[in-house]
């Protein structure tokens, strides 16, 4: 069982140009959800999903879009790269009874 | 509103040192509690997470944690750490079924022999 992946693990980006960060999940949670990690700041909530077919914005969500066509993928979609976007972006699922979430190892985004 | 404020941004403590990380948070409802663990480029991985019971929660690695209802705290210790608990540790809180939970800002734990 894999658990979380994501995909790029790591991605140079010029700005202006458009770009999806891949999240895949076998664990078949309902919640799934977007972060961004910058130092000092810790983990901030872009988008989440409660379930397939529904989304939702969390603390940062301008300048990113997501979809939940299905229950295992959550794509991130930055539609016009901005270098204030250069950070960390971990996915997570998680279980509805215990809000415990399960993080993805990560996509370390840099945009120029 | 919820929040989460972790006392310490960094921890240096000697090898088989006790060591507490400080939690305290604010809610207006009732709560679950989490310890999350971020070893160097890695995702974040559940550590021990209070629900409700007891209020001494135990963990993964030896870790454990308080909830203190009254002060509004979730303080994460072990007895004796050890090199490989060097990492960063997030508490976070969630509103019991809210669907979202709001981490700390996070605390290095730096272990030295």
């Known amino acids: 069982i894999a658990g979380i992946t994501q995909a790029p693990t790591s991605q140079i980006l010029a700005a202006g140009r458009r770009m999806t960060l891949r999240c895949t999940q076998d664990?078949?949670?309902?919640?799934m959800y977007w972060y961004r990690q910058d130092l000092g700041l810790g983990l901030r909530l872009i988008h989440y999903?409660?379930?397939?077919?529904?989304?939702g914005k969390g603390e940062v969500p301008d300048g990113y879009s997501v979809s939940r066509a299905n229950t295992d993928d959550f794509p991130l979609t930055l539609a016009s790269a901005v270098p204030s976007q250069t950070s960390v972006y971990f996915c997570?699922?998680?279980?509805?009874?215990?809000?415990?979430?399960?993080f993805g190892p990560g996509t370390r985004l840099t945009v120029l | 509103a919820q929040s989460v404020t972790q006392l310490d941004s960094q921890v240096p403590v000697f090898e088989e040192a006790p060591v507490e990380l400080r939690c305290n948070y604010s809610?207006?409802?009732?709560?679950?509690l989490f310890w999350y663990v971020q070893y160097p480029n890695q995702g974040l991985q559940l550590l021990l997470k209070?629900?409700?019971?007891?209020?001494l929660v135990k963990g993964i690695n030896g870790f454990e944690a308080e909830f203190n209802k009254s002060q509004t705290s979730f303080h994460l210790r072990k007895p004796s750490v050890h090199i490989s608990d060097t990492a960063e540790y997030f508490c976070?809180?969630?509103?019991?079924?809210?669907?979202?939970?709001?981490f700390g800002a996070g605390t290095r734990l730096f272990v030295k022999a």
């Open positions: 209070y629900l409700s019971g007891s209020t």
């Open positions: 664990m078949r949670h309902n919640a």
């Open positions: 809610s207006s409802v009732s709560v679950y």
């Open positions: 997570a699922s998680g279980e509805h009874s215990t809000d415990t979430q399960y």
């Open positions: 976070a809180v969630s509103n019991t079924g809210g669907f979202k939970t709001i």
């Open positions: 999903s409660n379930t397939a077919g529904t989304t």
